[in-house]
């Protein structure tokens, strides 16, 4: 059931792309995201795999109305991971994310004082989630979000891009 499930989300995934980013573009005009890069005391980073796209990725969503981007992390970490910030968050850097629309916009926070007292069951926006080694992440692990681990861990220069 998994593997069919999968097939079908890959081949409609380009269109449901195109019509969450119209439908944001016709009510936001210009999109903005919020992920974080969640570490625990391994240096472990927590990744999530959602239902309706394919890959793992930093936990984190949409900028509502009214919002802070540090709300809607704080907020996107507590509905995709059972998270609680304990400590502050770091503004790690913001990136254009033009692969999926030139007026997509992510900004990243760094996460490394938080709660989480049990991992969340799946549901319908988080199929699976958790912590893996940096040297391990799953290997369908998005490039862009590899690219954002890297520059958090490695310290090495932000690419302006999300890609």
């Given amino acids: 059931m998994g593997d069919r499930l ?19 573009l016709v ?15 391994e240096n472990r980073v927590f990744l999530v795999r959602h239902s309706y796209v394919s890959g793992w990725h930093l936990p984190g969503g ?51 004082q938080f709660r ?3 991992l969340p069951a799946p549901n319908r926006e988080i199929s699976e989630c958790g912590f893996f080694a940096v040297t391990a992440l799953p290997e369908d692990t998005t490039r862009g979000t590899r690219l954002r681990i890297a520059e958090v861990l490695d310290g090495g220069p932000l690419i302006a891009t999300w890609r």
Avoid: W
């Fill in 6 to 24: 999968n097939c079908i989300r890959r081949k409609f995934e380009p269109l449901l792309r195109r019509i969450f980013h119209a439908y944001f």
């Fill in 27 to 41: 009510v936001r005009g210009m999109t903005l995201g919020v992920r974080a890069v969640v570490l625990d005391a």
């Fill in 62 to 112: 949409g900028v509502d109305f009214g919002e802070t981007m540090e709300q809607a992390m704080r907020r996107e970490l507590k509905e995709e991971g059972d998270i609680d910030l304990t400590g502050e968050a770091v503004l790690h850097g913001i990136f254009l994310n033009s692969h999926v629309s030139r007026r997509d916009h992510v900004a990243i926070y760094v996460v490394r």
């Fill in 116 to 118: 989480q007292d049990r």
